[in-house]
């Protein structure tokens, strides 16, 4: 879910399922590390339920971009089992901090505020924004900096980057309507108790597909600029502080992984475009994170 400056920027959508962290007994106060994962055979990761980034399908199964690579990485680290948890975007840093979960797999952008946090692993794909607005664009809306200059509303969901795109950009607190999750968005844009919900140019599409036709990806978008630069989101994989030998294995494998044709069909098949997966090796996580 979701960045400021996105040369260093955001990410989100999400149907904020019920959390189901499960701590074993005699769960140890810190992250376990990789050692200990893989002498216990599990990894734990969290996802935010958010289509195409990281969510469960109706199967129970975990699918998305970060799931499908987590998936791939695990086995290659000789780890047999995933035991998957299901929380809200704003959860998802708390969760790790808690040792809730050893590996966050929701390509959460990697910004200098959340890298004071969580590590990161570098990053696995790239991600532009989107506006999301009733069906005919009634408010003619086609960028997030319209809201700094009129008197239309403008939703974000509860933790996602979007919000630090609009401080940036100027728009008055009182234009911004903070929602829950992704799944009110289409009710918040139809109901018109926001005249358009900010999130990325993919949770925008999958939302105005499952509208029915009520909502719509507004046509014509221009990405907002911060600081000079477009904005753009890189999402990873994120960390405790304390699990850096997991964090550093895991950059081997991703950096081996996304140079087989295995990692681009995944990226394409959940609606990343070439252009998205080219802009993934465009940045690391070092330059991410120092903003």
Known sequence: MRSASKQSSPKTWLLAAAAACVLGPGAAAQAADLAAIRESGTLRVAIAN???????????????AGPDVAKHIAKALGIGKIEWTTTAFGSLIPGLQADRYDMVAAEMAILPQRCEQVLYSEPNSSYGEGLLVAKGNPKNL?????????????????????LEILQALKVPASRIVTIANNADAISTVTTGRADGYAATSLTV????????????????FKDPVVDGQPVRSWGGFAFSKDSKNLRDAVNQELAKFKKTEDWKKIMSGYGFS???????FERTTAQLCAG
């Open 142 to 162: 086609h960028g997030y900096e319209s809201f700094a200059t009129s008197n239309g509303k403008i939703a974000v969901m509860a933790g996602a980057d979007q």
């Open 274 to 280: 070439a252009e998205d997966a080219s802009q993934s």
């Open 205 to 220: 599409s999958q939302l105005a597909a499952k509208s029915k036709g009520k909502a719509e990806a507004a046509r014509g």
């Open 50 to 64: 958010e289509i195409p980034y990281g969510y469960m399908d109706l199967n129970g199964e975990a699918k998305g």
